[in-house]
């Protein structure tokens, strides 16, 4: 459980919110991994009307970012807080919201709860980007900064502003835990070099398309605008309503990086990714997905995609899985995947593999796509060769099951080797039974 405390009652004062918090908080602050190393001592208090922390030393969660030592812990009680709070050293920043903030607004039964919009500053700690900025900006020297229990919104002018922009170049470490970030351009910019984790969790990321068409980067909860990403856990968020993507990282680099748990509805795409080493995409779910689900566009290696649970929205014409490029910067194939244990239905293709090599596919399950179940080498793409497909099973596909374009001496002809593989009909016969 992360570090923010709820309390139910009809009336909630300053000395109920805010020494709650700190009683929690002196027993649970040195095991945070965020907090490793930092100055302790300083707690700044923030309220906009001092309606519910009278005592609050700032109305304006802005100018308290200013003033704050590094390392402080800034409390921000219920209340509307415009933006952009700029950021220019590591501070922990903790929303001490109303025991019912959100309530009527949740469905679902996933890690995360669904949270709704509207929401209400009586109850909530709201960041309002205005028309020159993003909610949150974090620039040099605000690696390690905490994000967490707010309501980020409104970061649509200019085109490129977001409801939470990490600029640091060096930057690390960064905690963004249980906001709801929604009617933003973008929902958050993000990049780390590493060598320290980042982490993401826990957060709704809900219709960030505000710039709308063709405004760049709209529509993406989380995008990495060429930067790495790297050493990052980005797990247990919800993601809804994105016309581009839920997260959009394959501009920059990846290593490290783990996709887990999250949950994608209505999304666009769940994933691209490019240039990733070293990195596990594992147990998300998309339902509705309205293009590839999980899009890998080149010059990946050695990362492990398994778990995933995909489903398409009707009338979806791309992939459940898909492997291709090079695209967007990218300059080779990807090599050395391991795609397994996922499940994909009612796609165009539930996998489908172009300029993929010396890779493995096993145990998948894929089934009613309006094509193929497992397609590879589709012209006219560049081949795939190479691969091990073993124990994947497809059923009730439109055309084939099991299909793969390739030439060279592996399994019935194919460039690549089909083990025990399962399906009802197969181009060439052979690569399915």
Not at 216 to 239: K, R, S, V, W
Not at 359 to 376: K, L, P
């Amino acid at each position: 459980m992360h570090n923010l405390i709820f309390f139910r009652a009809a009336r909630v004062g300053t000395s109920l919110l805010v020494a709650g918090w700190l009683l929690f908080a002196s027993g649970a602050r040195a095991d945070h991994p965020s907090l490793e190393g930092r100055t302790e001592g300083q707690t700044l208090i923030v309220d906009d009307d001092k309606k519910e922390c009278p005592e609050a030393q700032y109305t304006d969660l802005r100018v308290a970012a200013l003033a704050a030592l590094p390392g402080a812990t800034i409390l921000v009680c219920p209340g509307l807080y415009p933006g952009p709070v700029l950021v220019t050293r590591p501070l922990t920043f903790i929303a001490v919201n109303r025991a019912d903030a959100g309530e009527g607004q949740r469905e679902g039964s996933h890690r995360h709860a669904r949270r709704r919009s509207p929401t209400d500053s009586s109850r909530e700690a709201i960041v309002q980007a205005g028309p020159l900025g993003d909610g949150f900006t974090l620039v040099a020297n605000s690696a390690g900064t905490v994000i967490q229990g707010f309501v980020i919104t409104g970061g649509a002018q200019p085109v490129f502003d977001a409801g939470i922009d990490v600029k640091d170049p060096s930057g690390t470490g960064y905690q963004i835990l249980d906001n709801l970030i929604t009617g933003n351009n973008v929902g958050m910019y993000f990049h780390s070099i590493g060598g320290a984790q980042s982490r993401i969790s826990g957060n709704a990321f809900v219709a960030n398309n505000a710039g709308g068409f063709p405004s760049p980067n709209t529509g993406t909860a989380i995008y990495t605008q060429g930067l790495p990403i790297n050493d990052t856990l980005i797990e247990d968020n919800y993601f809804e309503g994105h016309t581009d993507s839920a997260l959009n990282l394959g501009d920059g680099s990846a290593h490290g990086l783990v996709v887990n748990r999250n949950l994608s509805v209505k999304d666009s795409t769940l994933l691209v990714l490019g240039r990733a080493t070293g990195s596990v995409v594992s147990d998300n779910r998309s339902e509705e997905t309205l293009q590839s689900a999980l899009y890998f566009f080149g010059q990946n290696s050695g990362v492990l995609v398994v778990g995933n649970d995909l489903e398409a929205s009707a009338g979806n014409s791309s992939s459940g899985i898909r492997l291709t490029g090079p695209f967007f910067g990218a300059v080779g194939p990807n090599i050395q995947m391991s795609i397994a244990r996922n499940r994909a239905r009612n796609f165009a293709y539930g996998i489908r593999g172009s300029n993929v090599f010396d890779s493995d596919f096993d145990h998948n399950q894929v089934r009613d796509n309006s094509v193929d179940g497992i397609q590879m080498s589709p012209a006219p793409y560049t081949p795939s060769a190479g691969n091990t497909l073993t124990d994947n099973h497809a059923r009730d596909d439109a055309v084939f099951d099991c299909e793969d374009q390739s030439k060279s001496p592996g399994t019935a002809g194919t460039a690549n080797f089909w083990v025990d593989d399962r399906g009802e009909t197969a181009d060439p016969p052979g690569i399915c039974h």
